[in-house]
T-cell receptor, first 114, second 116 residues
Framework: AQSVTQLDSHVSVSEGTPVLLRCNYS??????LFWYVQHPNKGLQLLLK??????LVKGINGFEAEFKKSETSFHLTKPSAHMSDAAEYFC????????????FGQGTELSVKP | GAVVSQHPSRVICKSGTSVKIECRSL??????MFWYRQFPKQSLMLMAT?????????EQGVEKDKFLINHASLTLSTLTVTSAHPEDSSFYIC????????????FGQGTRLTVV
């Protein structure tokens, strides 16, 4: 069965410092993995996705993530945080044989201090 | 990317009434759509998979008679919360995938339901 674990419920960084949001997955299949961002009372926006191509995936707004099969991880990083990055971030795995069903991690709230 | 439109964005209703939420794929056909529920400060929980022209598939613990799903066309799925109660207050989000174009899911803007 597929599952996703986000290791931190809340991360706080200072503006201009690096961001690391951690995610581990479990999947019986070769997984498709995603990071989504959600601002308060808004829908979800895709940051980036991994679908068995390059293991280092670059997304929007300077975010990137590296798929590490040996560690079953898909951590999200950004070299320099911006105030507008403050939001909720979800690591998501696609259930490969169920027509697009997604399993969400618990979410990580990112705070950015001036 | 593809566009999924959800309506309304906010709704307040009285206990005991029913509320319908619409989810439309605007520029692609979606044979499958998904409905999620999100409580404050929590993650998204899949409620059901909506299948065009057939019955929805509900996740364990979701009352199918309370959350009615209809997927009558390739671009529209509706979620009706019947006999709503305050505990049904939540943020509901739909998603759909355009299998012809991409592997990602596109999400509606969400509906904030408040039952008073």
């Amino acid at each position: 069965a597929q599952s996703v674990t986000q290791l931190d419920s809340h991360v706080s960084v200072s503006e201009g410092t690096p961001v690391l949001l951690r995610c581990n997955y479990s999947s019986s299949y070769s997984p498709s993995l995603f990071w989504y961002v959600q601002h308060p009372n808004k829908g979800l926006q895709l940051l980036l996705k991994y679908t068995s191509a390059a293991t280092l995936v670059k997304g929007i707004n300077g975010f990137e993530a590296e798929f590490k099969k040996s560690e079953t991880s898909f951590h999200l990083t950004k070299p320099s945080a911006h105030m507008s990055d403050a939001a909720e971030y979800f690591c998501v795995v696609s259930v490969g044989n169920q027509g697009g069903k997604l399993i969400f991690g618990q979410g990580t709230e990112l705070s950015v201090k001036p | 990317g593809a566009v999924v439109s959800q309506h309304p964005s906010r709704v307040i209703c009285k206990s005991g009434t029913s509320v319908k939420i619409e989810c439309r794929s605007l520029d692609f056909q979606a044979t499958t759509m998904f409905w999620y529920r999100q409580f404050p400060k929590q993650s998204l929980m899949l409620m059901a998979t909506s299948n065009e022209g057939s019955k929805a598939t509900y996740e364990q613990g979701v009352e199918k008679d309370k959350f009615l799903i209809n997927h009558a066309s390739l671009t529209l799925s509706t979620l009706t919360v019947t006999s709503a109660h305050p505990e049904d207050s939540s943020f509901y989000i739909c998603s759909a995938r355009d299998w012809g174009r991409d592997t990602e899911a596109f999400f509606g803007q969400g509906t904030r339901l408040t039952v008073v």
